[in-house]
């Protein structure tokens, strides 16, 4: 579910807080000392500089803004989040750039939305206010969810110079099978990046086909064609104009580079068509908790067919990915340089990056295949009469 966040927003860094370890070392993340939080740069053209570490949070250099992941348990105590405070607080306070912090601290405090505050929250706030960090944390949508718990301990800071450059900040309540929302930042850019992105607006180009309405645009598409009086004499140019009306009525357009965008390898309709589901019960379950007049009865019910759902939803997830593992293992066996050949060259970076010239390859070539001196055969010719005789039974 990250992975298709990332590429359906076009992330460009992303965090992350009480991590799959085993996850995150596969995939190449930078992780703190504890393996507990994570963070990795999607975008590469932003040129990331260097990197840190501590005991609970890891940060990067990404074009001039140094990004901390962070992540402290509940479970520890006044001391030892008073210790991870002040060595993040050292980190921060070496860095010559500006600072966004990031992760999930298990602090409460009104002042980032939370209902109640608790002794970690306190701190947290005087800790803020003695580095000069300005809050982003907006709205009341709450980062934690849990059954009928809500909490708002995962928090986002900037440095003062850096908060006015903050476009928005968003909790996502997209299904991506954790107790955790995703968080979303968009940071404005420097003036130079500014005029180049200017120059370049984004281009609606073609369509997210939804598969369960294809039925629904076959009907729509002949309806338009049943409109026009004859389509004999109709140029390319009018049948272009009603194929996409009839795409536009029907799905939703893509923009930018999403329309170059490849799907993750494990998603089907059938998981598409359920994520939905699982979504539309999610929300019907936090509007349910809401309500004072909804008996718990009715809270309990939600919650259970949200937890069913998204337990069916984690089930065909793995199926699929399951599935889409033995195709490449069948490719394999099939076609030696096929898409297992792919991945694994590109996971273990052994792609050529060498450029060969043609005189370069002729020369292997002709090492390969050495050219040898021309055999002339001396014939020798032979009497009829002098061959010896043979049997048919000779020849078998």
Not at 111 to 116: A, E, F, K, N
Request: aromatic share 8%.
């Amino acid at each position: 579910m990250l992975r298709q966040a990332i590429g359906m927003r076009k992330i460009d860094v992303a965090g992350l807080s009480e991590l799959n370890k085993k996850i995150a070392m596969r995939n190449k993340w930078q992780t703190d000392d504890n393996l507990d939080s994570a963070i990795q740069v999607i975008n590469n053209s932003g040129h990331s500089q260097y990197s840190g570490k501590g005991i609970g949070f890891v940060w990067i250099n990404y074009l001039d803004i140094v990004i901390y992941s962070c992540y402290i348990s509940s479970n520890e105590g006044k001391e030892t989040y008073l210790r991870f405070l002040h060595h993040l607080k050292l980190s921060i306070r070496n860095q010559r750039n500006q600072c966004l912090i990031c992760g999930d601290f298990n602090a409460k405090l009104v002042m980032w939305g939370s209902p109640i505050n608790d002794h970690k929250g306190d701190i947290h706030s005087e800790w803020c206010s003695e580095l000069d960090l300005v809050v982003l944390n907006r709205g009341t949508m709450p980062t934690f969810k849990r059954g009928t718990s809500e909490s708002f301990i995962d928090i986002s800071f900037a440095t003062s110079r850096l908060a006015t450059k903050i476009l928005s900040w968003e909790v996502s309540d997209e299904e991506n099978l954790s107790d955790h929302n995703f968080i979303f930042l968009d940071i404005k850019e420097d003036s130079v990046n500014e005029t180049n992105s200017s120059e370049q607006k984004p281009k609606q180009i073609g369509w997210s086909v939804d598969h369960t309405k294809i039925e629904e645009f076959l009907i729509t598409l002949e309806k338009r064609l049943l409109s026009v009086k004859s389509t004999k004499d109709m140029t390319p140019k009018a049948w272009s104009e009603i194929i996409t009306g009839a795409c536009n009525s029907i799905f939703m357009r893509k923009k930018g580079l999403e329309a170059n965008k490849k799907p993750v390898y494990w998603r089907t309709s059938q998981i598409e068509k359920l994520r939905k589901e699982c979504l539309l019960k999610k929300r019907t379950m936090i509007r349910k908790n809401k309500l004072s007049h909804i008996t718990d009865e009715e809270k309990n019910s939600a919650i259970a067919q949200y937890r069913e759902t998204r337990a069916s939803l984690k089930k065909d997830i793995r199926e699929s990915k399951k599935q889409a593992w033995k195709r490449v293992v069948d490719d394999v066996e099939n076609d030696t340089w096929a898409m297992g050949y792919k991945i694994a060259t590109k996971a273990l970076c052994l792609s050529p990056s060498l450029q060969i010239t043609e005189e370069c390859m002729l020369q292997e070539a002709r090492k390969l295949f050495p050219s040898r001196p021309k055999v002339t055969w001396d014939l020798i010719v032979v009497n009829p009469k002098e061959k010896p005789p043979f049997s048919t039974e000779e020849l078998e």
